[in-house]
């Protein structure tokens, strides 16, 4: 047990990949087994990570837990260093929830090439774990790119008709920003030992040597030169943006999420994403403080844009998928919009927000994808009447889009209600637009549930669909439970987040705390 | 002055002696020998004992023959990359020469002769030495290139190759001339020594820089001297190939480092500048020209040609994490791309040719190992971690941010996102085209060694490169 508990987060994390490995001994023709193999390591994946849930300490402000530390390449000062704080535990949990309902939902919509399938699921599954629980950067960004390869193939193999183009669109764009993140990391790793020699205290901690450790990398944030801040700043936006994506780094998602396979976009929506906003708000903001402050208006206005764009696209798609893909694009416009507002509120509503995101999106695409194993289209004008033959998803339908709406009592409204919140405490017109885009998602969302679900049958071809099975239920259910939870009694959630999101607002805003609650003109863009 | 002969000079190039007696060997017991391959085993056993000698004396450090011939880390760590390439080349060769019908036992006594050369060139820190170590690397590889007698291209990539390998000797020779002028010395330190006492602007010290590196450049197929090597990879038999485009390209790199790094060091803020430009044009050429390739053979020729101007990059950077990134580099593409080329040489079959892209269809269905082996050499080649690959390019761009080079650095890394394109392509046809009949591949015992060699380095150096970057990073304490 003591086992288990000091080095939790790297079973947690390589336990899929295990799974993996084992699943390589199968015979490919015995698809049950394998299928089974492989929901059964999602949810034993699932258990294993709950007790970070029960055994995190709220109460600790500073420090990362559960921490693992290991030489791994001296001559490069590589470290495999792990551990997670508020904010990487939710995202965690979040990734061990998605995978096995991913998994599960694959069931039946997999057919050719299983044991690959499963296979890449579960590679990718333990891809995004390291890179949540990474504390040194050349361990994260050997995850981060790890993940590209089986993401690769889970949508050139099992995707839609131009699959092929989706996925090496989805290869170039992430690896061009990976890349230039790298060139930044590099920059922060050679610029260490200078500024450690200048700062004792920074020296006694991490060492003087060069490190890739990110802490130390935080720690001499504050010291690094505007210029300095400035360019590894971009190098790093590139990198995370376009993985969030923001626009005008967007491009590649909706045709990667309309050719996926519905597991891959569950995924890709839930978790992949959140691998760029982490990104922000564990490397740019504490490392380069100077530097997010001076990029403020440049992300805000990215973010607005993100917000009102994804929103407008999305009502005008014809296809279900597509314009669940733009409603990520406006929803995670939202969280970059709190977490560039830079206070509590705001960074509180955009994790929340995430949580969310992967919450809400994810079952919209499992819904999306329940029709579409029907029907075999996601035409919107196919569809229409639904409700009549198939109650119980229209149900299940009805209450993500509400929760995806943001409509009290459900997960959207919390993390939208704090995001506007922190967004009012900066600027006011940042909330208007914010608030425009709200109104906006509540039109597209209704009016699609509204053209499919309601009214009368129309298509022949939708008289005799079958209303959700067992299976489909359990897929389902797990989500609708966390919307209501977070909606009714997010405190939990708060109380995880309140200490790292307050020492995150220090870092980078440090004289918020001492009575300057707003960012002014002058404070962005001026000089330390 | 040292004298110019001692008992011991012997023992320094014991492992170079070596290598010439089993080749010479090799060309008698031709005569007795039918079953050729039998011949490959000895010009393996031949490598092993010369691998042998080399670890014997590893820590020896040694000037030979009146300090012509350096014995350090650096030339071991090279000899080394030498051995184990032509090791893998002719296991790669064994049933490859069989399907062409070309098996004869000169093929192998002149891989030996080609590695001797290059073990000269490793460890000449003379003009002379280094240029007869040369000429006997590439006289041995025109003879390999041509070496399918009855295969026009094979005939025209020889021919090709040769004529443009004399023209660019001739320029490095010619500026090898200009700098024994400028001394009076054929030795690199003094060479040095005498550049370093003339003013910067000295027009001669810049012609002997200009022509030594536009011989170089020829050798490593840098752009704008890059045109002999799509057809002259494309004609040679795919073992040559591979030897070619790892064992040949690492003795010039070898060769490069102790010039510029030691004999034209005074002239860095000049040759700095051309590098620069060099490099870049040669990573973007190499990756643009590769998209659009369909022969495997000429896509990974171009793909070689792009590596290249990664590794320039060590140069420019010019410290010791440059340095090191070059001998790094070098021995994880040594694994990498013969493990690559390894699966082209297994495409080769009685009846299928086996070069063009779809020849790859669906290889997953029917060798799903091969197949997987070929996407981790692939990833490696475009540095996807954690694959060796990775390692090599991470300190390679480590090195161009740790001086300043970030302009270079951005383009380096662009180049490398954009190569992921045309290895994808292998890849989409490998594991999401369905296989057609033209699908298939040769298996044999030596291709499924070099395959599992490879495949293990480069995995492991991806994973624990500790090792490997120390051994690297001792290889230029000593050699600089």
Redesign the interface.
């Known amino acids: 047990m003591e086992f288990f508990r000091q080095h939790i987060l790297t079973i947690v994390a390589f336990w899929p990949l295990a799974g993996m490995i084992v699943l390589l001994f199968f015979n490919k023709e015995s698809k049950g087994l394998i299928k089974v193999w492989a929901n059964a390591v999602m949810v034993v994946g699932f258990l294993v990570s709950l007790p970070l849930w029960f055994w995190f300490d709220r109460n600790v402000s500073d420090q990362m837990q559960f921490v693992e530390n290991f030489t791994w390449i001296p001559t490069l000062g590589a470290n495999y260093h792990v551990g997670i704080d508020g904010i990487s535990l939710l995202l965690v949990l979040l990734t061990t929830l998605l995978g096995p309902l991913a998994v599960l939902s694959s069931w039946d919509a997999i057919e050719s090439r299983v044991k690959e399938y499963y296979v890449f699921m579960l590679m990718l599954q333990a891809g995004m774990l390291g890179v949540f629980i990474s504390l040194d950067f050349f361990l994260f960004y050997v995850f981060w790119e790890v993940m590209l390869v089986p993401m690769y193939f889970l949508i050139g193999v099992w995707g839609g008709p131009r699959k092929l183009y989706a996925a090496i669109k989805f290869f170039l764009y992430t690896l061009i920003g990976s890349v230039l993140l790298l060139l930044g990391i590099l920059a922060l790793y050679f610029n260490y030992p200078t500024i450690a020699a200048q700062h004792p205290e920074i020296a006694a901690q991490f060492g003087p040597g060069s490190t890739f450790n990110v802490l130390a990398f935080q720690a001499i944030g504050p010291f690094l030169s505007q210029t300095f801040q400035y360019w590894v700043f971009l190098a790093f936006f590139v990198g995370f943006a376009i993985k969030v994506p923001m626009f005008p780094f967007h491009t590649w998602l909706p045709d990667a999420h309309v050719e996926a396979p519905t597991a891959g976009s569950v995924i890709l929506a839930g978790v992949l994403l959140k691998m760029g906003t982490y990104g922000f708000l564990r490397f740019s903001l504490p490392i380069l403080p100077w530097g997010t402050k001076h990029f403020i208006p440049l992300m805000i206005t990215l973010a607005i844009i993100g917000i009102v764009y994804g929103a407008l696209v999305a009502m005008m798609q014809p296809d279900m998928k597509k314009l669940v893909a733009y409603s990520s694009v406006s929803h995670m416009g939202f969280v970059m919009l709190g977490m560039f507002a830079l206070n509590p509120n705001g960074l509180n509503g955009s994790i929340i927000q995430q949580i969310n995101h992967g919450i809400s999106t994810g079952a919209l695409f499992l819904i999306v994808g329940m029709i579409y194993e029907r029907r075999h289209t996601r035409e919107i004008s196919q569809f229409g009447g639904i409700s009549n033959v198939m109650p119980v998803f229209a149900i299940v339908f009805l209450i993500m889009t509400m929760s995806s709406i943001g409509l009290p009592l459900l997960n959207g409204f919390i993390g939208e209600f704090a995001i506007m919140m922190g967004a009012l405490q900066e600027q006011l017109w940042w909330a208007v637009f914010a608030g425009s885009g709200i109104v906006l998602g509540a039109a597209y969302m209704l009016w699609l549930y509204q053209r499919t679900m309601l009214g009368k049958i129309e298509n022949p071809a939708n008289e005799k669909l079958a209303d959700l099975n067992m299976r489909e239920i359990v897929t389902i259910v797990p989500l609708i439970i966390m919307a209501f939870w977070i909606g009714l009694y997010p405190a939990p959630f708060f109380h995880v987040l309140d200490k790292p999101v307050n020492k995150l607002v220090e870092k980078v805003r440090p004289d918020f705390f001492q009575g300057a609650p707003r960012l002014n003109a002058e404070q962005i863009g001026a000089p330390r | 002055m040292p004298q110019f002969f001692q008992i011991q000079d012997l023992g320094a190039i014991t492992p170079e002696l070596e290598l010439a007696v089993f080749g010479m060997f090799l060309l008698i017991f031709d005569l007795l020998i039918q079953q050729k391959r039998r011949l490959g085993y000895i010009a393996l056993a031949g490598i092993a004992s010369s691998a042998l000698f080399l670890y014997r004396i590893r820590d020896i450090e040694f000037s030979a023959y009146g300090g012509v011939l350096s014995l350090d880390a650096f030339s071991i760590f090279f000899k080394l990359i030498f051995l184990i390439a032509a090791a893998l080349s002719i296991a790669i060769s064994l049933r490859y020469l069989d399907i062409e019908r070309e098996n004869h036992g000169e093929y192998y006594a002149l891989i030996l002769f080609s590695t001797m050369g290059m073990m000269f060139m490793a460890g000449a820190v003379d003009l002379v030495t280094l240029y007869i170590g040369l000429e006997t690397m590439a006289i041995a590889t025109y003879v390999l290139v041509g070496f399918l007698r009855s295969n026009q291209r094979s005939n025209e990539a020889s021919m090709k190759y040769f004529l443009l390998g004399a023209f660019s000797s001739a320029i490095l020779l010619y500026g090898m001339s200009l700098l024994y002028g400028i001394s009076g010395s054929t030795r690199f330190v003094d060479i040095a020594e005498a550049l370093s006492r003339r003013p910067v602007t000295d027009p001669i010290s810049l012609m002997a820089m200009i022509t030594v590196s536009a011989g170089m450049f020829f050798k490593i197929a840098a752009v704008p001297f890059h045109q002999w090597t799509p057809d002259a990879y494309e004609g040679a038999p795919t073992s040559i190939t591979a030897f070619m485009s790892v064992a040949v390209k690492a003795a010039s790199f070898a060769m490069m480092l102790r010039i510029f790094m030691v004999a034209l060091y005074p002239l860095r803020p000049q040759w700095v500048s051309i590098m620069a430009a060099v490099s870049v044009m040669t990573m973007t050429v190499g990756n643009i020209a590769a998209i659009t390739q369909s022969n495997l053979k000429r896509l990974l020729a171009y793909s070689s040609i792009s590596h290249a101007g990664y590794i320039l990059i060590g140069f420019i950077a010019g410290n010791a994490t440059g340095i090191t990134a070059v001998g790094l580099y070098l021995l994880i593409y040594t694994f990498t791309n013969i493990g690559a080329w390894a699966v082209i040489v297994a495409l080769r079959r009685r009846d299928v040719i086996g070069e063009h892209i779809d020849d790859m269809a669906g290889l997953f269905f029917k060798h799903p190992a091969a197949a997987v082996l070929m996407l981790i050499f692939l990833?490696s080649l475009a540095g996807?971690?954690?694959t060796a690959g990775?390692i090599g390019k991470?300190y390679l761009?480590?090195a161009a941010?740790?001086t300043g080079h970030?302009v270079l650095?951005?383009i380096a890394?662009?180049n490398?996102?954009?190569s992921?394109?045309f290895y994808?392509r292998i890849v989409?046809s490998m594991?999401?085209r369905d296989a057609t009949e033209r699908t298939g591949l040769t298996s044999a015992p030596g291709l499924s060694f070099a395959l599992g060699i490879a495949l293990i380095f480069t995995m492991v150096i991806g994973i624990?490169?500790?090792p490997f970057?120390?051994l690297a990073?001792q290889a230029v304490v000593a050699g600089f």
């Open positions: 990833l996807i971690p954690p990775f991470y761009f480590a941010i740790e970030n650095a951005v890394v662009l490398a996102a954009i992921i394109y994808l989409v594991f999401m624990y490169p500790d970057i120390a990073r």
